[in-house]
């Protein structure tokens, strides 16, 4: 199997603190994991990319300061909302690339995570 | 990343009816990938296709990577009403794995 979760599902947070966000890969080890956001009724777009042991790169218009990632263990990818406003409020998605996989191509994603900033 | 085209936006059919869908991009890409989301979830994986006019299935899913490697179709045939959801198309280039996605197509089936 290729199983991520997230955690937490469901958080609400109050504007100006810092919400963390975990995604593990409960039965495979990951090299790269990707967060991404998605708002109601729309695509996925990514927000960076992680690798295992290096800094995440981020993509163009993602402050890398205000979306900290990350990836310490093959495992564990987490993404930390810092200063949180009602403008973060998405709905928050990784997904990984299984190492030594038979497909390097395919991405397994998590359940997702639904911020709520108040 | 780019965004992809996909069309249509929507569909509103009745069980048994097939439904076919497609991605286009202004650019190449080395694999493309047909995902399945339902409300608060995340994508399901469902198809990948991996060279140019490959043609793979998965069940009632169909799904081709086009000869020019820049569009792709999926077709679900005789749908049943746990079809329902929204079907994405992403396209990938080798560099950094990462995913480029459509916008998407909501699909809903009457019974």
């Known amino acids: 199997g290729a199983v991520v979760s997230q955690h937490p599902s469901r958080v609400i947070c109050k504007s100006g603190t810092s919400v963390k966000i975990e995604c593990r890969s409960l039965?495979?080890?990951?090299?790269?994991m990707f967060w991404y956001r998605q708002f109601p009724k729309q695509s996925l777009m990514l927000m960076a990319t992680?690798?295992?042991?290096?800094?995440?790169?981020?993509e163009q218009g993602v402050e890398k300061d205000k979306f900290l990632i990350n990836h310490a263990s093959l495992t564990l990818s987490t993404l930390t909302v810092t200063s949180a406003h009602p403008e973060d409020s998405s709905f928050y998605i990784c997904?990984?690339?299984?190492?030594?996989?038979?497909?390097?191509?395919?991405?397994?994603f998590g359940p997702g995570t639904r911020l709520t900033v108040t | 990343g780019q965004q992809l085209n996909q069309s249509p936006q929507s569909m509103f059919i009745q069980e048994g009816e097939d439904v076919s869908m497609n991605c286009t991009s202004s650019s190449i890409f080395n694999t493309w990938l047909w995902y399945k989301q339902e409300p608060g979830e995340g994508p399901v994986l469902l198809i990948a296709l991996y060279k140019a006019g490959e043609l793979t299935s998965n069940g009632r899913l169909t799904a081709q990577f086009g000869i020019t490697r820049k569009d792709s179709f999926l077709n679900i045939s005789a749908s049943i009403p746990s079809d329902v959801g929204i079907y994405f198309c992403?396209?990938?280039?080798?560099?950094?794995?990462?995913?480029?996605f459509g916008k998407g197509t909501s699909l809903l089936v009457t019974p």
């Open positions: 997904s990984a690339r299984k190492l030594g996989g038979s497909n390097p191509y395919e991405q397994y």
């Open positions: 039965d495979f080890q990951a090299t790269t």
């Open positions: 992403a396209g990938q280039t080798n560099s950094g794995y990462a995913l480029n």
């Open positions: 992680s690798n295992e042991g290096s800094k995440a790169t981020y």
